[in-house]
């Protein structure tokens, strides 16, 4: 499975440098120089290169030159990325890693986006709810997107007190919503 470390932004100077929406909690150990990541092309498609006739591609791997903070922004110079317009054409471009790479965290309370998706999501009665469909990051805390039986979504807090545990080997996460979030 692969997973999504970042998202490349908006060119930053002339010589092919790329703002990095981060999506992992280790950007120094993911974006260090030398990184090879893997990518999956935005939805738009890229701009044409320079020659005549002849598109940008965005590579399947691209190799991190260098990188650095900047502003509370991960800047990344990738290698064969030399200038602006090039830099462009990778706007919206996802990078990512195998889930076999990534180790698993040291502390039992904190998850990986892969652990959660497609767990039953379940009430401590033990009727079901769905299931995770993705986890969406918000600026106050994370969301269990749930898919429920008849096809609606939801989103549900992953915050102790509506979600008190979380049972990676018996396939399922614990869940005991307030009143009325399911309907929402």
């Known amino acids: 499975m692969q997973l999504v470390v970042g998202r490349i932004g908006k060119p930053h100077g002339v010589r092919g440098e790329v703002t990095v929406e981060v999506r992992t909690d280790e950007p120094e150990a993911r974006f260090a120089p030398g990184t090879v990541l893997r990518t999956e092309p935005g939805a738009t498609p890229p701009p044409a290169s320079d020659e005549p006739g002849v598109p940008f591609r965005v590579p399947a791997e691209l190799t991190i030159e260098e990188s650095r903070f900047h502003q509370g922004r991960v800047l990344i110079a990738f290698e064969g990325i030399p200038d602006r317009n090039t830099a462009e054409a990778l706007r919206g471009t996802l990078l990512v890693v195998d889930s076999a790479d990534v180790t698993p965290p040291d502390d039992p309370e904190e998850f990986h986006d892969h652990q959660l998706v497609g767990l039953a999501v379940v009430t401590p009665a033990g009727e079901r ?19 429920r039986p008849e096809g609606r979504t939801a989103l549900i807090p992953f915050v102790r007190a509506i979600v008190p545990e979380v049972d990676l080997a018996g396939g399922r996460v614990i869940v005991d919503p307030p009143a009325g979030l399911l309907d929402l």
């Open 129 to 147: 709810l769905g299931e995770v469909a993705r986890i969406d990051h918000a600026p106050s805390s994370d969301l269990l997107v749930l898919r």
